[in-house]
């Protein structure tokens, strides 16, 4: 693991002194840190090979989008882009919560505040990430529609390409399809927290 201090002098803490950092949990992919400076304490995401330029910055806009629903606390972005090949994502630290029947009643207000964010179309005005890998967003009328044709079949494709798959496995996606309808009721859109695992509540 590299140290964050690259990343942090001088390009965005030149005018604060960074008085301790330590890296901290932040998921399966990248590094996270926790940086202690003297005008504050922050949270720098990086990722070494990214698949992509602008990987976290992709992420900062999904963090954006749940912002501007009003229902939700996110970390406030500072910055993020693409050093030398590492993508970073510089953050207001926010410290753990505690996990206990208030923490989850508010949590849950705040889920079932942020659902009823609403559209006419299900999909994203950008595309983003599952892990490391690319997903895309574009519109459709239905849930079924979007979620068999940019969630299912793009990842059964790879998995496909790879050979991890076979053409039995292939034929039982393809039945698959024509079930989702059934399997998923109708619903308005629906705007969620992709990646809502325990570090992110």
Known sequence: MKSPLPFLQPNFLKHRKI????????GDINEAWRIETTSGIYFLKQHQQPPTHNFLEIEALGLKTL????TIKTPTIFAAGNINGTAYLLMEYLPPVI??????????RQLAALHQTTQENFGLDHHNFIGS????????????????????????????????????DLKMFEKLYQEIPAICPEEPPSL??????????
Not at 101 to 108: R, T
Not at 192 to 201: I, K
């Open 67 to 70: 912002a501007n629903s009003q």
């Open 19 to 26: 008085l301790a950092y330590q890296p901290i949990s932040g």
């Open 99 to 108: 996990h206990n029947k208030s923490g989850w009643e508010i949590l849950a």
């Open 133 to 168: 890998l690319p997903q895309q967003n574009h519109y459709h009328k239905t849930w079924s529609e979007f979620y068999v044709t940019e969630r299912l079949k793009p990842q059964v494709k790879m998995a496909a390409d790879r050979r991890l798959l076979n053409a039995n």
């Open 192 to 201: 969620t927290h992709g990646d809502l695992w325990s570090g992110n509540f």
